[in-house]
């Protein structure tokens, strides 16, 4: 088989295309069509069906991603098998929520980069069910997101900690609005959120409708540090983990409002392919998570 087809079939999905496949690995179209074609040949499967106008993984293809990740691997593992064995290196892929990336990962990165630093490192700051996605199409080696639904038993999945959530607002929203445990009401002020499908976000809107509590409007602002400030400024309330706004509270500047929301926690995990080959750099990285967020 040759590993050229394999590079390209890989560079596809990552660069979401053919074309974009051909810019990355400066060959034409023609030439990156006659790999796939290749390697459907050798396999024995097809690799693409078009459902529209795009071209789309088959479930096959689908099912083998990580039997030729792994072929990828072996082959950089060979590569530095001379290189002194206590050196770690290699590319390592991460995708995570926003919310974990800056204030709970900045000690693990911190030390990761100590201890391995030739490793080149991608993080990706993602929405929950994205990083779950990516994972199960092969395009990152490591996942770690809050648990929003079960995975086949093709995938490691292990709970890393539980975070409570907490309901704020700013501590000048005015004194009648700060209750939302009464039914039936309408109040003048907005649900911020810095992602539409935010785990914390689903739980807060299935809470409003069963209350049947009305608010003005979703201020959708784009990322976590947005949405504190947002709050801070008095244009809305939200549902988030609460070591997000823990220093805000305790400064006075945002204040826990009462509720009744049955989901209180999320619990963060980290998940991988089980027949992917864990190497230095991923198993350093899992022995850091474990140790930092227990």
Known sequence: MDLKTIKTFKTIISENGFVNASYKLGCTQSTVTFHVQQLEQELGIKLFEKIGRKMVLTQDAKDIMPLLEDILLSLEQIKNYKKDSNEITGKLKIAMPETLLIYKMQEVLKEFKQKAPNVELSIQGMNCYDVRQQLLKGNIDLG?????????????????????????????????????????????????????????????????????????????????????????SNLGVAYLPSFTVEKEIINGELIQLEHEIEEKIVSAIYVHHKNKYVTKAMSLFIKLLQKKMK
Request: hydrophobic residues 35%; positive net charge.
């Open 144 to 232: 770690i997101h809050y648990d929003v639904a079960k995975y086949m038993d093709s995938i490691v999945s292990k709970k890393l900690q539980d975070f409570s959530l907490t309901l704020v607002a700013s501590a000048n929203l005015m004194k009648k609005y700060q209750n939302f445990t009464e039914e039936n009401k309408i109040k003048p002020t907005a649900i911020v959120s810095n992602h539409p499908r935010a785990l914390y976000k689903e739980y807060f809107d299935k809470y409003l409708e069963s209350k049947r509590i009305i608010l003005q409007n979703t201020l959708e602002v784009g990322s976590i540090e947005a949405t504190k400030q947002s709050i801070l």
